[in-house]
Each structure stands twice: as C-alpha cells, then as structure tokens.
C-alpha cells in the first residue's frame, strides 16, 4: 500500500545527539539516551491541538509517546500557558515552572477538498527553541495515522531512533468457549485500535507473520485437516497455499527480502527439518537434515544466518537455539541455560534474539546476543510465549495466558515497561510490521 500521508514542509530541525534525561541548563540540546539500563521518562507538555479533531490527535499522539515508557505526559491541569495559536513562540518560562522539559503545540483542520491537515510544532523549553515542525494531509479514514506518524517524528527527533506507532499488528483473535474456541487472523493498530478480521474463523489459523516489504502475511491453517502454510495479501484477501508438501508444514517466516518463504516440515517419522520456498520459481530447497526436531526458523536481518531451535543436542523434549548460515551450512547451538527455548526471532536491528523459555516451572520471554552470551529475561509468567519486534528493535510483544485464555502484552529491552495490549477477545501469535509507507 502506498503512502496516503505526506509531509508538506519541515519548519525547523536540528541534529540530535544522545545523553541521559535531566533538567536542562539554558541553551541545552533536548536529548534522550535509550542505550542506557534505567531511563527515567522525559516530561512533555502536549496541549491539545487547535481544531475539531485536533484533541482527538493531540490525545493519540500522548498515549503512543506515554506507552513507550520514554516520556511522561503532564496532566494539562498544570499547564500555565493556555496555548491559542500553535505557531507562535511559547512563553517558555510558563512551561519551565513545571518541569516541562518539551512542548508540542499544533492544530487540524479541513481542507477544501475534504481532506485534514495536521500539523505539529516541537519545541525544546530548557533550549528556548524550536526543535522541529511538519504538516500532513489525511483523508478521514487515515486520522489515526496522522497522530502516530506526528508521535514516532518525536520519538525519532528527541531519542535519535526511528520510532515504532505507525505499524500494524496481525494476530489470531479468540472467541467463545474455551472447549470450542474460534481462531480469526486479525490485524490492528500497534495500541490496539482499528481491528480488522482477515479470516472466518471456520479454520484453525496460527503463527501469522507479516513480509517485510509487502501488504502480505504468512500463516498456518489447518482447514485441509493437517497443517499447511498459506500466503494472505491483506488488503485484496487474495489467498495462496505455499506448496502441497506430503505431511504437516509450521512456523513460516519471510525472508528479510520477501522472496522465500522458511518454515519446519514433519516427516511421519516424527522429525521436522527446515526447508525454504522461493515464492518465483516454487522450488523448494532443504536446509536441516537431522533426525531431530529443527523448527521455528528466522533469519537474520541481512539474510546471512537463520536461528531456529533443535533437540538435536539430546534431552528429550529439551530443545535449544542454533544458528546456521542461510544456506543450511554450519549449524551450532548458542544456548546453554537451564531450560527449554523455543520461537527464536532476530531483532530487525541485529544486534539481538528473542526467545521463549521454561524453566523452573516458569515460561520466560529473554533476549540474547546473536553468539548466545548476554542473556536476558525480560518478563515470566504462566504460558506465556511467541515474541515479536518492533521494527525499531525496542520493544517486543508477546501472548500469555490469563483467566480464561490469552493475552496481548508489550515490553521493552529494560523488562521494566511492561504493557496489555487492549483487545475485544481473547489474542494470541502476534506479529509486528514494518513501518508503513
């Protein structure tokens, strides 16, 4: 899908350098470094926006920001200053009275012919200067989009990193008895908002996932009576089965490029092996022959390397992480903690592997580094599992049971920010996208 939000005109900017959060002398660049263990959130006053539809955004624009655990939105009860026009200067010393640190004034309104202009202002208070200022157009339908297209150029000016609200998330939604329960594939806004259904529930669906450069997910569907991998394009519903293989096909990805489609295939001898489908010519090739269990492969941003987990190590049941070359060459395990680790995925950044754990009668979502060393719980709970990125690396989102069935949940690289993600049923296999276009 083509981008329907165009930015119209840069007012102001200025090169952003990173540093920790403080109160800012006079003149200071408003910085904030994510790179360190304990960030503490960077008070931002966000007024709301002049026009109609102007606090609606200006509301949207606060939650992403707030969600990230990197600012904390002050109550506009504090505020001195009431803002009337958002292009004027502010009278900074009001907004410094209460520890504000930066400010976002802007306004929407309706164009001519039907469309919404949004635009924002964002100022430094201890800098006494503006930081950065856009507009964009919007027809009604895409008004979310303004506000978290207005959120993640904030992020991005104050952090130095991309930011991650503008994306969608496919997943299975869950209704009804938990002995009948119906599996959808949906798909929404990262906060939950605008969810729309991609399947009839008639179907078992799992393991959704989204290819990094197309409006086209991947998933498993067991309507044939065993389970086969189908490639899905969101917005024409068009449907495709990836390959009639002789036996259960799982846990497909797409490569970084979105030309293969990596997945495990089980033999009735019991064993699973990792195969790739060039999605052009169809052909197939092998890239794990053990008499284990290889499954859950991901590969690494730049297509180099592919992790995925294998009992091949011996134990039974006790599966680790391998990583081998995107060719099936030199495979070699990473992991050595206590435990069983299952649904591997590399970090878009690459610097990273998520994974699910159980141990010690826990199941823990941790990441590691890509050699194994450095590894990291970031949250444990009761059946919890199936991580997935952000596409800026920070945050990861998660399914864990709760009363009754599965939940949605977020937490970022600190393990500290830990959020529900709200959903009308019950949710589980999530899957990030890419920043939209």
Known sequence: MKAILKPLLMVAAMAMGISSVAILPAQATLELNVNKGNVEPMPIAIPDFQGGLGPQISEIVAADLKRSGLFAPIDKAAFVEKITNPDATPRFDDWKVINAQALVTGSVSKEADGRIRAQY????????QQLAGEQFFANDANQRRVAHIIADAIYEKITGEKGYFDTRVVFVDESGAKNARKKRLAIMDQDG??????????????TPRFSPNRQEITYMSYESGQPKVYLLQIETGQRELVGNFPGMTFAPRFSPD????IMSLLRDDGNSNIFAMDLRSRSTTRLTDSTAIDTSPSYSPDGSQIVFTSDRGGGSGRSQIYVMGADGSNPHRISFGDGVYSTPVWSPRGDLIAFTKQSGGEFQIGVMKTDGSGERILSSGFQQEGPTWAPNGRVLMFFRDSAGGPKLVSVDLTGRNEQQIPTANYASDPAWSPLLE
Request: proline share 0%; no cysteine; hydrophobic share 40%.
């Open 258 to 261: 979105g030309q293969k489609v």
């Open 121 to 128: 202002r964002l100022w430094d208070i201890f800098g006494n």
């Open 193 to 206: 908002a605008n969810v729309r259904y991609l399947s009839d529930g008639r179907s078992i669906v799992l």
